[in-house]
């Protein structure tokens, strides 16, 4: 099992910044690539984007390309997802997880374990 914890979620306004982190603990060898999920009150959890840790392969929904980057720190087990011109429609609380497959990252089902999530609240 992988332990993920994120951090860095907040208050911004529309058209401001922030940087969600997540550290991974754990069994961390299992663990192919490291995905951003999101869900907002009375929506269904949607990918955001991943990182593989080999390779460093990257992958955005089309709604955040070109406004948020994730990257990865090997040496820490840790992924950021840096997210600028935030827009109210970003509001969500904000989950990382980590994929047991390099392959498919954009579907949840690849995942196997997931942190608590953060919340993230843009205000126009």
């Known amino acids: 099992q992988v332990q993920l914890v994120e951090s860095g979620g907040g208050l911004v306004q529309a058209g401001g910044s922030l940087r969600l982190s997540c550290a991974a603990s754990?069994?961390?060898?299992?663990?192919?690539?490291m995905g951003w999920f999101r869900q907002a009150p009375g929506k269904e959890r949607e990918f955001v984007a991943a990182?593989?840790?080999?390779?460093?392969?990257?992958y955005y929904t089309d709604s955040v390309k070109g406004r948020f980057a994730i990257s990865k720190d090997n040496a820490k087990n840790t992924v950021y997802l840096q997210m600028n011109s935030l827009k109210p429609e970003d509001t969500a609380v904000y989950y990382c997880?980590?994929?047991?497959?390099?392959?498919?990252?954009?579907?949840?089902?690849?995942?196997?374990?997931w942190g608590q999530g953060t919340q993230v609240t843009v205000s126009s």
């Open positions: 990182i593989t840790w080999r390779g460093g392969s990257t």
């Open positions: 997880a980590s994929a047991t497959s390099p392959r498919s990252v954009t579907s949840d089902r690849v995942y196997g374990d």
């Open positions: 754990g069994r961390t060898f299992s663990s192919h690539a």
